[in-house]
């Protein structure tokens, strides 16, 4: 056995299913000198890899897990560990055959095989299943099954043929050495190891490995049960570990799938069972491994009622016996995501909380973001950066994960709100808030008022123009309040909680060149310009897009968003020179908005500075005095309208907002929420979201949010930008080009109106499927109201052929056909094209 | 006839034994509890003896070993329900009694010994207090017009004891293979009402000081050597187990 080296290029803590793909994928781009370690043996050390259920559904609602599931099959089949066996999803109730509806949208939105089919189809297939028992089902052809461990065993090999690996098992790491914030040594109890780069792989011992760095990794060790029942002589007459389709029970969170001769049965239906990484046993204390704790019975007997009802003949067989049961460890996170990405600490990375499903798919996307900087798949979703820090406390992540445990086999829907551990961050003006009925939504913890209760009152004032929705689903965690607050908004002015943007500040010799290498736009203007700008990765994809404004000749201000702002925070981090600062000004700077055709009479009435157009131009900042309090003023909109976002001290926030409300009143102004700001002022602007339009996929050309001109100054992802412009200058066509399409008839068969929420595919309009230049079929990014168009606006990539204005293409909802038009291609907006209302 | 098969909630060994801080007990944290494999094997001889009853005296969490002992085919259960920990043999064995007279019993299996305590106890002392014959350390056990047929394996060979009922059998592992509970006998065992019961008496406890763990056994791992060097040392003891000719 290999002894542990002195020194390492990198440093791979783990060897599941992540680790070793990350290994390869490390080796295969070229990577020398990589030292893998593990405290157990090989090739099954322990960790929850040895005990994976490895069964792989490829359909899951986000793109992101989505790609790299996929991804993730093709290196399997590509290994030779797949095999197809085909999958079904059950629907006891008709919530549930609803659920698998959108299930198809997001199959045929990612262009995955799928098909809704009967009980008998299902019996067909399944012939011990009980058809009694559900009334239809989600089919998957591709789905199957893989042998993880042989994987990973081929995988290390793969990097150890190039000569690019050194693996050394049973050797326990014991701390990790920081220096000047880059990560420098590994100690462990067979030696220390120097070296450059620390991916930490190891599961459910991540947080721990995390913590002797100082970095919390902020996942928890959660069970899930899982039996084997056999031999089943209905299963035993069959070659091979696989002959059925695996059947998930979604009503009642199981899943049956078989293995050999035995039917394994998993629950996500018990209680949530959580353990922390330091209570995990070691080896010599387990009876099967760390991470096979011992079954607790009592938790899984309702599960077990449940898989009887559904395989009576085939559980109940003669002679089939549970021999096998384990409370098997897996890990979760506080939103659901994996954790990817460089820590905070230059060098030590993470890949973790990541299912079998994921693994390899994983280990490429990390390796090529190791070595390029950026992966072909998204995964900024993942990103450890995007923690905020409440969210790195370990009571967060036990909380939230026992109340997301159970969903999941859920129905979730996308606008879904935890309920455990908010109220982590409040805006000064919380109480006010509550007065006025707000109703909260969190993003990075913060409560933001999505609506306001106190603004129903216009729903009789606005009539059917709120765009009412009757069906449940569609109008779930939202309300035509939000409607009626944007058709004020536009029609007087609205004032808008903004308290969440993350903010920081640069400041010093270096900030000009720091911002500069990072944004796409020229920063380099006069001291009170504000800019919009892109930021991309060096292969020219989307990071971010935010807005700076330049303080002063060395000190620039740049806000973006809450949800990514802890990754934009890290990204410029990384870009600031030495001697230079960079300065969270989150929790001490409020943002409040104030927009609408009457946002100047209302600012020009609490101050003496000139606001009028010609005082105070569009994308320019500076310092006025409202009532007294010295507010930093930004005229810039989000939702199309004339008006500004004020920065006010947080001691004064909630005074500034109380003036603004009582003011503004009398112009007619209310409260307005994010369900505005977010969506419906937005959308009627073409205004695009990072997360939603704007991803590393996409780019500035197929956003359409190139600009005639190329700063000369050099940035991240400069060639590739230039590159996309030479293409399209030359007459090649993009790859997709951002659309909105109007849906021109919401009647769905029953006769209700349907509408909506986002994620639907488009397709032709008779169903025929569209696909991009990269192969993609198109989706809608953001769904929402445009009041006032009264029409709902669907944002899409489509290929350039069909983004057209005029065309005629349909959206699929809940597996219906709906009529759309494409309304404005690139950068145009369908409300105010021409943008008069920002004067 | 009916037989009575006791068990006992103990931590599973099979893996490195923890001890809980005090001493008193192993502690089962990551290895979970179960009952011994003696145990696993009475109750399987009781399942095919047929009218089997198992009992235990434990706290609430000792149900979980009846209810183990229901879904592999035992038809009723009994608990006492106490702190397993502050009885000591000749208690336990005051309390098997009171539920073999109550309940018309006849047969009496149990484990060779405890798993956690190794005590080899409470067998003999229920076979005196009831006055009944004793067969110790039997792996297979059977019941043919009121004789009892128990086989042991001794260090002087193999023994076979007939003895009248009612008797009292304690058995060690390797004759059965206890089965594991099916599915419908696990959803069976879970609706079989338990019947509790209080201790008859107080306690005079186990008189146990604490327990230790042995110390670890000294590595038996020999380095032959490292790299082609070793080739000659591996050689040679190949050819002294006989694995290579000389």
Known sequence: MATVPASAKVVVIGAGIVGNSLVHHLARLGWRDIVQLDKGPLPNPGGSTGHASNFIFTVDHSREITDLTLDSVKQYQEMGVFTQSGGFE??????????????????????????????????????????????????????????????????????????????????????????????????????????????????????????????????TPAVHQMISVGPCPQLAEREGEISFPIVRDMDTFCYE????????????????????????????????????????????????????????????AEGAEMRYAINGLLSLTCDGWPILGESEVQGLWTAAAVWIKEGPGV????????????????????????????????????????ESFIKTYGIIHPAEQYESDRDQRLAPMHESQKKLGAVFFETGGWERPFWYESNAALLDQYGDAVMPREHEWDSRWWSPIINAEHLRMREAAGVIDLSAFEIFDIAGPGALAAVQMTCVAQCDVPVGKVVYTPVLDAAGGFRSDLTVMRLGEDHFRVVTGAAHGPADRQWFARHVPDGTTLTSRTDDVVTIGLWGPRARDILAGLTSDDVTDGGFGFLTCREIQVKGTAVLASRISYVGELGWELYVAADDAAGVWDTLLESGAAHGAVPVGIGVYGTTGRIEKGYRAFGYELDAERSIVEAGMQRPKVKAADFVGRDAYLAQRARLDSGEAPASVLCTLVVDDHTSASGVKRYMLGGEPILRRDGGTLTDGHGHHPYVTTAGSAPSLGKHLLLAYLPPEEAVIGNDLAVSYMEELYPVTVGSVDATPLLDPANERLR | MSTLVCVKRVVDSSSEVVLTEDGQAVDGRYAGFTMSAHEECAVELAVRIGAATVMTLGDADAVEQLRAALAVGCEAATHVVADAQAFGPADVAREVAAIVRDGGHDLVLLGNDAADTGDFQVGIRLSYELGWPVVNGATLVSVDDGVVTAEVDGPDGHETYRVPLPAVVTVLEGGVAPRYPSVPGRMKAKKVPIEERQPSAAPAGPARVRLLLPPPAPSTVQVLGKGPEAAAAVVDLFEQLGVLAR
């Open chain 1, 90 to 219: 059950l629907a006891r109730t008709e919530e549930r055959m609803e659920e698998l509806r959108r299930r198809m949208s997001s199959a045929r939105a990612w262009g995955i095989e799928a098909e809704l089919v009967s009980p008998d189809f299902v019996k067909e297939k399944v012939p011990f299943i009980e058809t009694d028992q559900f009334i239809g089902a989600f089919w998957t052809p591709g789905v199957g099954v893989v042998d993880s461990l042989r994987a990973g065993t081929i995988m290390r090999e793969r990097a150890m043929e190039l000569d690019a690996l050194t693996v050394v098992a049973n050797v326990e790491v014991t701390g990790l050495d920081v220096e000047g914030g880059r990560i420098r040594r590994v100690r462990t109890d067979g030696g220390d190891i120097e070296t450059e780069y620390v991916v930490i792989a190891c599961g459910v011992w991540s947080p721990k490995i995390g913590d002797m760095a100082g970095v919390s990794i902020p996942l």
């Open chain 1, 257 to 316: 799938r078989q293995h050999g001769a035995d039917m394994e049965v998993g629950s996500y239906a018990h209680r949530a069972i959580l353990h922390e990484p330091e209570e995990i046993p070691t080896i010599e204390q387990s009876k099967l491994s760390p991470t096979e704790m011992p079954f607790t019975s009592d938790d899984f007997d309702p599960q077990l009622e449940q898989a009887y009802e559904l395989m009576p003949e085939l559980l109940g």
């Open chain 1, 363 to 402: 280990g490429r996307a990390v390796a090529e973001w190791m070595v390029n900087g950026h992966s072909e798949i998204d995964v900024s979703h993942s990103d450890i950066a995007r923690f905020h820090p409440h969210q790195k406390r370990r009571e967060h992540t036990r909380l939230r994960t026992t």
